[in-house]
């Protein structure tokens, strides 16, 4: 891939990889000539397929969206009852339990890893709960080894929203392995697009059959209604879209490790910013983290504003909390006693643009102007 030309125009925490239009007409000749539209059409099955070789997992069902998938998984496993889930997170985690009559219950998370904290999660079992569903957040991989433990010995369903977690290997296996079912989203802003689209991992044949008749109405065949199931599948251009993705994305992959390792080498001495840890996994560079602590000068509300200024257009993810928002605040688990990592790091947190566009001029301005906001304190 060419290095990108830095850019005047605002910048945001991320942007699509665009294959070349080019590249995607004949793909729209096909669509246009099979008049086959959605429904399971060619490229559907191609890309469910070239997913499983590239991600190293067995089953793949496409979804609309992610977060039809994530609904669609609990109703695979007839949840019930309680979820114990993170509040660190975006809101379509905890929606998607609502949307199924569910009772979240919010766990604290680990302030390194941002991830739920197995102590956490097992001290908020109850006789009503049922399933776990984390979140690699920002593809950092859960103690997944601790959370299978807990779901063992109490038997409990885990689900992963693994919206972040696309491409993400530990100990040589994809961290979709891990769980139930994994939740992928393959929404525009999503390291690996589809336009909007999604996905579910399932661990056998049988489990992956029952989510394509859920995610079609609940179809069996022409005169055979099986479930009370919903239309989430991905049409035939986003399908294609996403295959054009694939074939781009070990050179996306590359330059967002060369950005992430350009702003861990410019922010490395900045007092009172820690990037997202590191190692111990394969990661997809999808978001690049820091925390602003108390020793930064401006605050992280400071530097987002300084930032802002220079039409440079970082996100807070994830602030608030979910357990924030009016649907979740009455909750018992909601209070911010119960989860004070998660309030501590969605007060600091600020995730940098990143995205294979992204020229390496911008990287050095953007660290430049956190660095220069550091430096005010000795004034
Ligand atoms: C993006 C995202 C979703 C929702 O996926 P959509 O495809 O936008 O519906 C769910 N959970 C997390 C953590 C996400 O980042």
Redesign the pocket.
């Known amino acids: 891939m060419p290095q990108p030309a830095p850019t005047a125009a605002p910048i945001r925490v991320t942007q699509p990889d665009m294959p070349p239009l080019e590249d995607f007409i004949p793909y729209l000749e096909r669509i246009w000539a099979s008049k086959f539209l959605t429904n399971g059409g060619q490229f559907h099955q191609q890309l469910e397929q070239a997913l499983c070789d590239y991600l190293g997992v067995e089953h793949i069902s496409l979804f609309a ?3 039809l998938a ?1 609904m669609t998984a609990l109703q695979a496993l007839g949840i019930e009852g309680e979820v114990i889930t993170t509040p660190y ?2 809101v ?2 905890s929606h998607a339990l609502l949307w199924n009559g569910l009772q979240p219950v919010f766990a604290d998370i680990d302030p390194v890893t941002f991830n739920l904290d197995p102590a956490r999660i097992e001290a908020a079992i109850t006789p009503r709960t049922t399933a776990i569903m984390p ?1 690699h957040c920002y593809g950092i991989p859960c103690d997944v080894e601790a959370i299978e433990r807990i779901a063992r010995k109490h038997g409990l369903k885990v689900i992963y ?1 693994a ?2 977690a696309f491409g993400v290997r530990q100990n040589g296996q994809s961290i979709l392995r891990h769980g139930d079912l994994a939740v992928l ?3 525009a802003t ?1 390291v690996f697009s589809t336009l ?3 996905a579910i991992v399932s661990r056998d044949a049988a489990t992956k059959l029952h989510i394509d008749r859920l995610k079609n109405f609940g179809i069996v065949d022409e005169v055979t209604v099986a479930a009370a199931g919903i239309n989430a599948k991905m049409n035939e251009v986003s399908a294609a879209f996403g295959l054009l993705q694939l074939a781009g994305i070990d050179a996306a992959l590359e330059r967002r490790r060369a950005i992430a390792a350009q702003y861990r080498h410019l922010l490395g001495g900045v007092a009172g910013i820690t990037p997202m840890p590191e190692g111990g996994h394969e990661p997809n560079y999808g978001y690049f983290a820091i925390l602003v602590d108390d020793r930064y000068p401006l605050g992280r509300d400071g530097l987002y504003q300084v930032l802002r200024d220079a039409d440079i257009h970082p996100r807070r993810y994830f602030y608030p909390l979910i357990s924030d928002f009016p649907m979740y605040s009455t909750l018992p688990s909601a209070g911010p006693d119960n989860l004070p990592n998660a309030a501590m790091v969605a007060r600091q947190v600020l995730c940098l643009p990143i995205y294979p566009a992204l020229a390496a001029d911008d990287v050095v301005r953007i660290a430049d102007l956190i660095a220069r906001g550091a430096k005010r304190a000795s004034t």
């Open positions: 969206n992610g977060t994530l997170s975006f379509a985690t979140v929203d919206a972040h989203s393959f929404h999503k909007e689209g999604g």
